[in-house]
C-alpha cells in the first residue's frame, strides 16, 4: 500500500529569492533532477526483478502521467529491458455517458473507457502477441486506429508501461497481480504566500487549464466549469488506486508555479475579456450535455477564476523557454 509522500512546499519569498542569473537554473535543475531521481527508483526496482513483466501507472488528471511513463520508459530501454507505452486515454470509448446533476458528462469514469478492448490488449502484448492499439483524438474526441506501423510488440525481457487514470483499477490491472508493479503517481505540494495560494488540486487545475488551452480546444472557463465533474469523480477512486499501488511518485517540481501560474493566469484573463466582449465559445466538455446550456455553472466558475486570478499576481513569471526540453511540464505547456 502506498502513501502519500515528500511533501513540497513552496513560498513566493523562495520562488522570488530563486530568480537570480545564477539561482534560476540551479533551482531549476534541483527540480528536475529530483523528478528523475524518482523515475530512476522504479527502474532500479524493475531491473533488479525480472519477473515483473508490466508497470501500471495511475494518477488523477494533470499528475504528469503520460510524461512519466514514456520517460520510464526510456530508462528501462537504456538499462537494458526495452519497454512499450500504453495509454488508457487512447481507449476512451463515449457512448452511454453519466451526467451530474449540472449536466456535466462524466468523461472521468471508468465506464467512459473501452475496458474489455484495453485488457486484451494490455493481456496480448505481456502474453508476447503483436498488438496495435487505438488512439483518442480530444480535438475531435473521436478514437481512431492507427496504422500497423504503431503495433507494439515486446520482447522476452520487455517491459509494458500503461499509464491512465483507472491504470490501477482492478478491471484493469486485477487479472496481472505478481507480474506487475503498480504507481500512483500526483503532485504532492503547496504554495503559501501570506496564506496558501494552491494546493496540490489547484495545482492540477491550473496544469490542467493550461494544457486543454493547447491541446484540447478548451479555454480556461470551460476547464474551471468543468472541474467539479473532475473532483467529483476522483473522489470515488482516489483511495482504492492509492491504496492499491506500491509506491506514489510527487509530481510537483519547485520551480513549476513560476511557469505555470503566469500562463493559467494569462489563459484565465483571455477567456474572461472575451466574456466581456461577448464572444466566449461555450464549455466544450458540456457539448455532450442534455440541458442544452452552454455552461453548468458559469456563475460559480467566474468566482473561482476571479480568486485563482487574485492568487496567481502574486506569483512571479519566468518565461517558458528555461524549461529544459525533456521536462513534465512540457506535457502542459507546449503547443
Known amino acids: 500500500m502506498a502513501l502519500l509522500a515528500d511533501k513540497i512546499n513552496v513560498t513566493v519569498e523562495e520562488l522570488e529569492e530563486n530568480l537570480g542569473q545564477k539561482k534560476l537554473p540551479e533551482f531549476i535543475s534541483r527540480s528536475e533532477e529530483g523528478f528523475i531521481s524518482r523515475i530512476d527508483k522504479i527502474v532500479d526496482i524493475m531491473i533488479e526483478d525480472r519477473s515483473k513483466k508490466a508497470i501500471f501507472v495511475a494518477g488523477p488528471t494533470s499528475s504528469g502521467k503520460t510524461t512519466f511513463t514514456m520517460r520510464l520508459s526510456q530508462g528501462l530501454s537504456k538499462a537494458g529491458r526495452k519497454a512499450a507505452f500504453l495509454s488508457l486515454d487512447d481507449y476512451y470509448f463515449l457512448k452511454d455517458l453519466q451526467f451530474d446533476r449540472a449536466g456535466r458528462p462524466d468523461f472521468e469514469t471508468i465506464d467512459a473507457i473501452d475496458v474489455d478492448r484495453a485488457h486484451k490488449d494490455i493481456h496480448d502484448i505481456i502474453e508476447g502477441k503483436t498488438v496495435i492499439p487505438p488512439f483518442f483524438d480530444f480535438n ?95 473522489e470515488k477512486y482516489y483511495t482504492e488506486y492509492l491504496a492499491a499501488a506500491d509506491y506514489h511518485v510527487n509530481s510537483f517540481l519547485p520551480y513549476e508555479s513560476l511557469i505555470i501560474a503566469p500562463l493559467a493566469l494569462e489563459d484565465i484573463n483571455e477567456a474572461l475579456l472575451a466574456l466581456d466582449e461577448g464572444r466566449l465559445e461555450p464549455n466544450v466538455f458540456m457539448e455532450r450535455s442534455l440541458t442544452g446550456k452552454d455552461f453548468a455553472d458559469l456563475s460559480a466558475a467566474l468566482t473561482w477564476a476571479d480568486r485563482l486570478v487574485r492568487h496567481l499576481k502574486k506569483i512571479p513569471k519566468v518565461d517558458p523557454s528555461r524549461v529544459p526540453s525533456e521536462s513534465i511540464l512540457n506535457e502542459f505547456i507546449s503547443m
Open 140 to 234: 475531435d474526441r473521436k478514437q481512431k486506429e492507427r496504422d500497423a506501423s504503431e503495433a507494439i510488440t515486446l520482447p522476452d525481457d520487455g517491459v509494458l508501461v500503461v499509464e491512465g487514470l483507472h491504470g490501477l483499477n482492478k478491471r484493469i490491472s486485477g487479472d496481472f497481480d505478481g507480474e506487475i508493479l503498480k504507481v500512483f503517481i500526483m503532485p504532492y505540494g503547496n504554495v503559501f504566500s501570506d496564506r496558501k495560494l494552491m494546493d496540490s488540486a489547484e495545482i492540477r487545475l491550473l496544469r490542467r487549464i493550461v494544457r486543454d488551452k493547447r491541446h484540447r480546444a478548451s479555454h480556461a472557463l470551460s476547464t474551471i466549469d468543468y472541474w467539479p465533474m473532475i473532483a467529483h469523480s476522483e
